[in-house]
Nanobody, 121 residues
Framework: QVQLVESGGGLVQPGGSLRLSCAAS????????MGWYRQTPGKERELVAT???????DYGVSVKGRFTISRDNAKNTVYLQMNSLKPEDTAVYYC???????????????WGQGTQVTVSS
């Protein structure tokens, strides 16, 4: 069983910063890409950022230059440093990971439970 546990969400003023963390646990053979998505009520979940096993990254257009994704492969953890936050960044942020569990040796995408980020004065 693979689990993703997020932390670091909360309330921050516009222009402020937050750092999200997501740790994958369980019997894991390999993790390919890890990433962050976000969702607001009535809208589809959208890509925030992803980082592949080799370190290459992709960012959503609205967060480029403000957010930075990174990962610690030894800890099976992905981070999202969010700077210059805007009210429109308010959303539930979900971590995901493309994982090969030891038991199945079959790639599957897993999701965290989500963490609320609210940007407001």
């Amino acid at each position: 069983q693979v689990q993703l546990v997020e932390s670091g969400g909360g309330l921050v003023q516009p222009g402020g910063s937050l750092r999200l963390s997501c740790a994958a646990s369980g019997r894991i053979f390999n993790i390919n890409a890890m990433g962050w998505y976000r969702q607001t009520p009535g809208k589809e979940r959208e890509l925030v950022a992803t980082v592949r096993n080799g370190g290459s990254t992709d960012y959503g257009v609205s967060v480029k230059g403000r957010f930075t994704i990174s990962r610690d492969n030894a800890k099976n953890t992905v981070y999202l440093q969010m700077n210059s936050l805007k009210p429109e960044d308010t959303a539930v942020y979900y971590c995901n990971a493309d994982v090969v569990p030891i038991q199945t040796r079959t790639r599957a995408v897993y999701w965290g439970q989500g963490t609320q980020v609210t940007v407001s004065s």
